[in-house]
């Protein structure tokens, strides 16, 4: 998600600071933005100038202090981890100068929860962008309890000058997106689970029957089933309500590292390089 973030800032004119602690991870994010934009020259949406503008915009740094000291905005998108995600956001209070905006690529943890651990709660905002970034148009902009009105009109217009549709919601778990997907996703695990039908059965009736570009199992292998894991224990512990646990199988798919496109196999399998079921549900 921060390589197309990052991507999609700099596409449109901004220079970006792409912060990652390991070294290696910002020469493969950069490696695949070059990749993606080469994919735009192809289709004829981009030049190769532009392409290189982009590229020119994107500078790397393997610490925060040195990447953030004198950003107007910085967009979070470390993994979906709650201590994680509160630790950063501590750094980036510290690291950016007071009238910063801090805002979060979090699909479901609280943003008044993040917002609580800084000195600037009204400038804190979740601006929940979707996977591929640089083709997705949606931006979920959420609203923590503090945030003030003019942090979202920024972040609204500023998702505009991007390129995308913002729509503002209020912060209570899984905002909009995922408090619908991952029952979802979850329940056509559940159906998997119970033997009501098969992998591809299942994603065969919501892509020809509900119209869905991809069906609910692959969409979570997409996903991380880890990523889906950890948003279903998010709506379960903020709702308190049974119906989000997350499936046993999918509990166990997690535990044993079967998480989907990212480990290699998940519900379909992925070594070699075509779509199939995997061999664990044929």
């Known amino acids: 998600m921060g390589n197309g973030i990052a991507h999609v800032f700099a596409q449109n004119g901004f220079d970006v600071s792409l912060v990652d602690l390991n070294p290696d991870q910002l020469k ?14 192809a289709k004829g949406t981009i030049s190769s100038t532009e392409k290189e503008a982009t590229l020119g915009r994107i500078k790397m740094f393997s610490t925060i202090t040195d990447g953030v000291n ?32 801090l805002a979060t690529n979090t699909s479901s943890i609280s ?8 000195k600037r709660p009204a400038q804190v905002i979740g601006m929940h962008f979707m996977n591929p970034v640089p083709v997705m148009k949606l931006v979920e902009v959420i609203n923590g309890y503090a945030t003030s009105k003019a942090t979202t009109q920024l972040t609204t217009d500023l998702s505009l000058k991007l390129g995308k549709i913002p729509c503002v919601v209020n912060d209570y778990p899984g905002f909009i997106a995922n408090r619908i997907l991952m029952p979802m996703i979850n329940e056509a695990i559940f159906s998997l689970y119970e033997g009501v039908a098969g992998v591809s059965e299942i994603d065969t009736v919501m892509k020809l029957g509900m119209a869905h570009p991809m ?5 979570a ?13 998010v709506l379960h512990e ?45």
């Open 215 to 219: 069906g609910p199992l692959q969409l």
């Open 111 to 118: 943003i008044t929860k993040i917002a609580g651990v800084t």
């Open 221 to 233: 292998d997409f996903i991380g089933l880890d990523v889906c894991y950890s948003i279903l224990q």
């Open 70 to 101: 004198s950003a107007d905005l910085v967009v979070e998108a470390a993994t979906e981890n709650t201590a994680l995600k509160l630790d950063i956001f501590r750094q980036l209070d510290l690291a950016t100068p007071p009238t910063t905006i």
């Open 28 to 41: 493969q994010a950069l490696t695949t933005i070059s990749k993606n934009l080469d994919r735009q020259v």
């Open 238 to 282: 903020g709702f308190g309500n049974p119906k989000y646990a997350p499936c046993p199988l999918l509990t166990n798919m997690v535990s044993a590292g079967f998480l989907g496109v990212k480990s290699g196999e998940g519900f379909y399998a992925y070594s070699q390089g075509d779509l199939r079921v995997s061999s664990r549900f044929a």
